[in-house]
């Protein structure tokens, strides 16, 4: 059974990469700025957080990208076949990044960011602050390729 659910942006990525690149990201600084069905008011508050987690769509990305199989991570033959919800490549099922990044600035509609792994132009769904209480509790496990994959992202 296929369930659906509408959605519509709340924000666009302004600035920062044009082109999906894989490492690096940290680096890049853009903008988030919000639908005009929302006002300032949205964003009351949120610059008292150093972190934010945005959820986006990669909409640049075709649908014939789109993977449900098993695949390397990257296409690196050194890395295990896993599946894609083993794994946080852009070629999901429904196309949703979600990325924690440093909040530099609140002004009117506007958010500064760095370290946001979306292009210029992307749809956001959801800008939500990072609280610490729901950061994992305990030790974190992944495997060797999940670590080695993440060496130069940020």
Same mark, same amino acid.
């Given at each position: 059974?296929?369930?659906?659910?509408? *959605?519509? #942006?709340? #924000? +666009?990525?302004?600035?920062?990469?044009?082109?999906?690149?894989? =490492?690096?990201? =940290?680096?890049?600084?853009?903008?988030?700025?919000?639908?005009? +069905?929302?006002? &300032? /008011? #949205?964003?009351?508050?949120?610059?008292?957080?150093?972190?934010?987690?945005? %959820?986006? @769509?990669?909409?640049?990305?075709? /649908?014939?990208?789109?993977?449900?199989?098993? +695949?390397? !991570?990257?296409?690196?033959?050194?890395? &295990?076949?896993?599946?894609?919800?083993?794994?946080?490549?852009?070629?999901?099922?429904?196309?949703?990044? %979600?990325?924690?990044?440093?909040?530099?600035?609140?002004?009117?509609? +506007?958010? /500064?960011?760095?370290?946001?792994?979306?292009?210029?132009?992307?749809?956001?769904?959801?800008?939500? !602050? @990072?609280?610490?209480?729901?950061? !994992?509790?305990?030790?974190?496990? /992944?495997? #060797?390729?999940?670590?080695?994959? *993440?060496? =130069?992202?940020?």
């Amino acid at each position: 059974m296929t369930t659906l659910f509408p *959605m519509a #942006a709340i #924000a +666009r990525v302004e600035g920062g990469r044009i082109a999906a690149e894989d =490492d690096k990201w =940290d680096g890049e600084a853009a903008a988030i700025v919000l639908e005009s +069905r929302f006002g &300032p /008011e #949205a964003l009351l508050g949120l610059d008292a957080f150093s972190h934010v987690e945005i %959820v986006f @769509v990669f909409d640049q990305l075709a /649908e014939t990208e789109i993977t449900l199989a098993a +695949r390397r !991570p990257r296409g690196n033959p050194d890395w &295990p076949m896993v599946g894609i919800f083993a794994q946080c490549g852009r070629n999901r099922p429904n196309r949703i990044g %979600v990325s924690v990044c440093r909040l530099l600035s609140v002004a009117g509609t +506007r958010l /500064e960011v760095r370290g946001l792994d979306a292009i210029a132009g992307t749809p956001v769904l959801d800008i939500k !602050p @990072v609280l610490r209480g729901f950061l !994992p509790r305990g030790e974190v496990r /992944e495997p #060797a390729w999940a670590g080695a994959i *993440m060496a =130069d992202y940020w």
